[in-house]
């Protein structure tokens, strides 16, 4: 059985910065493209960063670029996603999720058939 558990939400003061951690079991990180989405109340879900499965290619929001980095850790089974100058725009709930790929890593959730429960990200200001 897949499961993907994020962790390292949490709250933290705007211009701050933040972590998160995805860890997968159940399936061989190296065969799936890896997302972080994120979801903000009465918004709909989105991208913020995707991975390929051996991390040479990756894919981020407009609103994200160069704050947040994704990287990957196959040995470990691990995602991770390191948020930088954080703002109160970037509170939401961010879940983890793969999809099979042997290219570059899509954007679209509809692409992407595995899920984590999402941890939470406040921003205060």
């Known amino acids: 059985q897949v499961q993907l558990v994020e962790s390292g939400g949490g709250l933290v003061q705007a211009g701050g910065s933040r972590r998160l951690s995805c860890a997968a079991s159940?399936?061989?990180?190296?065969?799936?493209?890896m997302g972080w989405f994120r979801q903000a109340p009465g918004k709909e879900r989105e991208v913020a960063a995707a991975?390929?499965?051996?991390?040479?290619?990756?894919t981020y929001a407009d609103s994200v670029k160069g704050r947040f980095t994704i990287s990957r850790d196959n040995a470990k089974n691990t995602v991770y996603l390191y948020m930088h100058s954080l703002t109160s725009e970037d509170t939401a709930l961010y879940s983890c999720?793969?999809?099979?790929?042997?290219?570059?890593?899509?954007?679209?959730?509809?692409?992407?058939?595995?899920w984590g429960q999402g941890t939470q990200v406040t921003v205060s200001s």
């Open positions: 999720a793969a999809h099979r790929s042997s290219g570059f890593p899509s954007s679209s959730r509809t692409r992407y058939d595995h």
């Open positions: 991975i390929s499965r051996y991390g040479s290619g990756t």
């Open positions: 159940g399936l061989t990180c190296s065969n799936y493209a």
